[in-house]
């Protein structure tokens, strides 16, 4: 299977950054958060969205006055 060549752009950081700022300001409040949903995903894998929250108790002195 061969690339096809004729959809190859060439183009700089700023200019990647600029087309994906614009994209992310059209974007749906659900687009976004399927967005947030998936790299949460990848980077801490499926527990971090359906797993529930850790409980902990922690217990400090208070100085007496």
Excluded: H, N, P
């Excluded at 998936?38 to 006055?65: D, W």
């Amino acid at each position: 299977m061969k690339m096809d060549r004729t959809d190859v752009a060439f183009t700089d950081q700023k200019t990647l950054q600029e087309e994906d700022e614009k994209y992310w300001a059209k974007a749906s409040t659900d687009e976004k958060l399927e967005m947030i949903t998936y790299l949460r995903e990848c980077f801490y894998g499926t527990e971090a969205t359906t797993g529930r929250l850790q409980r902990f108790f922690e217990f400090a002195e208070q100085e007496q006055r």
